[in-house]
């Protein structure tokens, strides 16, 4: 029998997995054994509890888990749906913030200079009578 942090070979059970069957009943499919003591060694039935892959990884100290509660960039943008978007899937890329607009500059109006030079005809509008 493979222990708990061994890689099981062929028909081996782990040894958490197995004693949970034997003493609780049987893992629904699609779930896996999460250590509620967070002592992977631990076989004892009372500190295991089935749930999803996904629940296992974000109840964890890993990286996936430290993650998922960060509320904003290493900017400080605010990690909202608004300032989200899904980036593409290279080298584990996931949600990121966009990039910065640049500040686009408003169109000014016209100087007294600019309608007697003629500036807005040569950009395409009317020009005024003075």
Known sequence: MATCCERPKGNEVRA???????????????????????????????????????????????ITAKNAIKAHCVNGHDFGEENLYLG??????????????????RPQEPTVGDIATGAQERAGEAQVDI
């Open 16 to 62: 958490h997995r197995l004693t949970y069957v034997l003493l609780v009943g049987p893992i629904q499919e699609g779930l896996v054994l999460d250590h509620l003591c967070r002592n992977r060694y631990c076989v004892n039935p009372q500190y295991l509890e089935q749930v999803t892959n996904r629940k296992n990884v974000l109840r964890g100290s890993g």
């Open 88 to 105: 593409a899937v290279i080298a584990g890329a996931g949600l990121v913030t966009p990039p910065r607009k640049k500040e686009i500059s």
